[in-house]
């Protein structure tokens, strides 16, 4: 948990995810594997671009976009992992229970 100083305007609250101020707490092993990942997708992207501009049979740009979108999945299922075990159980244990409702409106979100 990162301390703050008084001379930092923000409200002490301890490293979590997301949204409204707050940030992950990956490690450098996990970081680098979501970039990985992600940098991964965007040559998929860029290819799937190139396609286009080439005049690829509709039906292997769709397999290729698929790929994309199982990539991401990927990505998400990992995160989504990652969220659970550290910030939302971090946030319970804070008596934050609202993150249930977070946490649901994310999977919803995921699922869609």
């Known amino acids: 948990m990162e301390e703050l100083t008084q001379d930092n305007a923000q409200t002490p609250t301890h490293d979590s995810c997301c949204t409204n ?26 290819g799937l671009k190139g396609l286009i501009e080439k005049d690829t049979y509709c039906d292997n740009v769709l ?6 979108q199982s990539a991401l999945n990927g990505v998400g299922k990992l995160l989504l992992e990652h969220h659970m075990k550290s910030c939302v159980i971090e946030r319970i244990q804070d008596g934050e229970n609202e993150v249930i ?6 999977i ?4 869609k």
Do not use: A
């Open 101 to 106: 409702d977070e946490l649901l409106v994310t």
């Open 63 to 68: 397999n290729q976009i698929s790929s994309v």
């Open 21 to 46: 101020g707050r940030q992950s707490h990956h490690s450098e092993k996990t970081k680098n594997n979501l970039i990985n990942r992600l940098n991964r997708i965007e040559g998929q992207v860029r």
């Open 108 to 111: 919803n979100k995921l699922m």
